[in-house]
């Protein structure tokens, strides 16, 4: 009798569940690679709807530039914008989907320089279209654009029937594909109903392993949540920490200087009203202490305002060595005699759009910054040139626009920066001087006025060996005008002609006394407001106002909308603005508004005096009647 062998069911079973696995994973396989077909039908379908979408725009833009054309009705011109707006996102995504398919992508190379023709061609008829014209050149552009457009319809034509062509392939080959897929489910169904239990069994085990897979993934993404929870935290508190320590640094910064210059004014204003009656000498010296301690006050409010980029700027077009070489004397006056300055001025230097007052003011800041880091004496060197800064250099520095420059150095062989100080060069406030030996604002009020004007400044140095410091300044194509303001006379006061009268309008009553004040001194016949209703009422009641002098920041309306509506009842009437901090009214971008005449808070009697003059000695055809009026 032969044994019987007890191994067999379990290998039929064993062959069974292997034959079983390899029909699923072909299954599996077959089914992929449907799917894959199916999804390349529905990419073929895309492709050809993007097809006949690009042909409609650009039918649709032609149809309407021709009714445009015949009609001189701009409503047609409608779908031509359309298309101008839209049709490059179309091919955008045209091409991308075609990438996987070299033929089409050199069809699509024509299509885009086919259309590129026909919309050029449409602008082109478009823009240069006149009112009424026919006949041959309106023939003449629609024979161009039929011809482009057939161009461009054939180039869509035979990439439409190569899509066709790769669409019937695809629905072919999926069909197929569906066909294995279903005997190889029929297949494996019979396998299953042997192998169910087996499979059901490690189907539980699986969903047990899956159960417990979730879970530690559930845990460590908590994990992770909260570990980036914490982060962010401790990055506010550090960016919060930064910002407040910034702002006391600031306001220190500004209480020390304030508290300083206050001191003296109000120290010698005290001892000059104790002495007026005693001794007037000494109390005019301590008057003088306390306006120098005031000047100082107005030298720091401009160069705050500077490093916020808040300062009132009058660009021109400047020629840069003409102010530099006018500058010796000064320079020579403000850095002493023990340094040897030297300037290099290149020749053909291209002209620059900059406030020269502040450029000037800049110079000098950075000369008196090289002159501290040489106490022993040593070589100043101010250098001009043109230069360009290329796309590299402004992604690697921020806020800098590639472009043309006008480069102004300034460098020393002092003591030079370390990389950290470097760093904080331009923050306000910060210096490494002794104490009284600089407010720390030269610096930040140089990157202030620099980046106002659009340019970019760069510091280069090495201790030891001494620092340059670069200033640029975007090109200007225009030319330099000459000096609009004569050379102020030496001696007295420039004072009123012919019984002139001006219009103060102030809200500050304190202000406004000092400013009536000084104006009568200087013998001019006022008339005032507090705001812009009395002083339309002012002006109303004056048979005659030469001057409207107004502050710009005031309650209800502003000193801009009073001086529209003062010229509106008034054409001619000149305008002269003050404030105290500069708003959007006349301050665009930085800059003064066209023609706008204008005096910063504070003021001395002498600056009033002179501003006042030149307004009105101003030749009324060189300003705007609307003065002040900006673009």
Known sequence: MRPVRTDRPLFALLSGFAVLVVIVATTLWLGEQQSRSERLVQHTLAVEMRLASVLSIVQDAETGQRGFLLTNDVGFLTPYRRAISVLDGELQTLAAGISDNPSQQAEMAALKSAIRTRMDLLTLKVEGHRPGETGVPLLAGLVKGRAAMDQVREIILRMQAQEAALLERRVERSGRQALLVRGGQMLAAGLVVVLGVFVFADGRRRLRATETARGSLEKANAELKAEIAGREAAEAQVRQFQKVQAIGQLTGGIAHDFNNMLAIVIGSLDL???????????????????????????????RLLAFSRQQPLDPRVLDVNKLVGGMSELL??????????ETVLAGGLWRTFADPAQLENAIVNLCVNARDAMPEGGKLTIETANTHLDDAYAAANT?????????ISVTDTGSGMPPEVIERAFDPFYTTK???????????????????????????????VGTTIKVYLPRNTGEPRSQDNPPRPLGELPHARGGEVVLVVEDDERVRRFSVDALRELGYSVAQAADARQAMTELGLQARVDLLFTDVVMPDLDGRRLADRALEARPGLKVLYTTGYTRNAIVHNGMLDADVAFLAKPFTVEQLAFKIRQVMDEDAGSRDVRTGRGD
């Open 332 to 341: 020579r006056r403000t850095i002493g005699e023990n340094l040897r300055v």
């Open 434 to 464: 002794g104490v009284g030996r600089g407010t720390g604002l030269g610096l930040s009020q140089v990157h202030g006025f620099v980046k106002q004007s659009r340019g970019h400044v760069k510091i280069y140095s090495e201790p030891g």
């Open 272 to 302: 000059a009203k104790r002495r007026l009656t005693t001794d007037p000498q000494k109390a005019e010296a301590c008057i003088d202490n306390a306006l120098e301690g005031a000047d100082r006050a107005a030298q720091l409010t401009s």
């Open 399 to 407: 806020e800098v626009a590639a472009g043309q420059y006008v480069m």
